[in-house]
């Protein structure tokens, strides 16, 4: 790194170590009669680099052009100072070239970062989706069983009604009971009647109250039907003996 004057001429070099750029105290370098092609991108770093030939090497055209033929001290300093730029330059190209590459990857980076942050939402929307449709299935599986339950049920007990049906319309038809709460009314009615006249009748008869007018009118008829009855028994005894005669 401290080397200050290197000549390499005629050596048939083909090409120059990558980190040629550390010799940073190099000012002059004789590569005369090599088989260059190029120079590494390092060659930018030779910032005290003040004389240079590169006459009789192969050179790329752009470098050739750039480095010229070193006739004499002035053109070998001219390249020295002109190839130094255009490797500079190479080299700035190179830094924005491989800024670009990292900027690009960096965005791919990101870019993936997204993707994939994008494919877990989706993957989560899908699983609460699945969910929602496992649940709601269930409930209408539910719904259903309940459903069907009481649709059962409700068959079941229309079987039981139309089972108990027949055996009751075979019973013999019986009378409303209304009708049996009628009769049942007329009949106490008349019994109470006919009980009002027999104590009407014994207290017209054994009582001090046969004198009243209703009592004497009670008693006459009393006596009427009495009288009716024995003629009607008298009148069926003479039917019946003339019907066995």
């Not at 049920?153 to 013999?172: C, D, F, G, N």
């Amino acid at each position: 790194m401290h080397l200050v004057k290197l000549d390499l001429s005629k050596n048939r070099l083909q090409q120059l170590p990558l980190d040629f750029g550390r010799l940073v105290n190099l000012q002059h370098l004789d590569l005369l009669n090599n088989r260059l092609v190029t120079l590494p991108v390092s060659f930018a770093q030779l910032k005290n680099l003040k004389w240079l030939d590169l006459k009789d090497n192969p050179l790329d055209p752009v470098l050739a052009k750039v480095a010229g033929d070193c006739l004499d001290e002035k053109q070998c300093k001219q390249a020295a100072v002109k190839v130094l730029q255009h490797m500079k330059a190479i080299q700035s190209e190179q830094d924005r070239q491989r800024q670009r590459k990292l900027q690009a990857e960096r965005e791919m980076e990101k870019k993936r970062e997204a993707e994939q942050r994008a494919k877990e939402a989706q993957e989560r929307e899908l699983r609460k989706r699945e969910k929602a449709e496992e649940k709601e299935r269930r409930r209408r599986e539910y719904d259903a069983q309940k459903a069907a339950k009481q649709e059962m049920e409700k068959k079941t007990k229309k079987e039981t009604v139309q089972a108990r049906k027949p055996a009751s319309s075979s019973r013999p038809p019986q009378p409303p009971r209304h009708k049996h709460s009628w009769s049942r009314s007329v009949l106490r009615v008349l019994l109470f009647v006919l009980l009002c006249v027999l104590c009407t009748l014994a207290a017209c008869k054994l009582t001090e109250l046969q004198r009243q007018p209703l009592c004497v009118s009670v008693n006459t008829l009393y006596e009427d039907v009495l009288a009716a009855l024995q003629n009607h028994k008298t009148l069926q005894n003479m039917l019946q003996q003339n019907s066995q005669q």
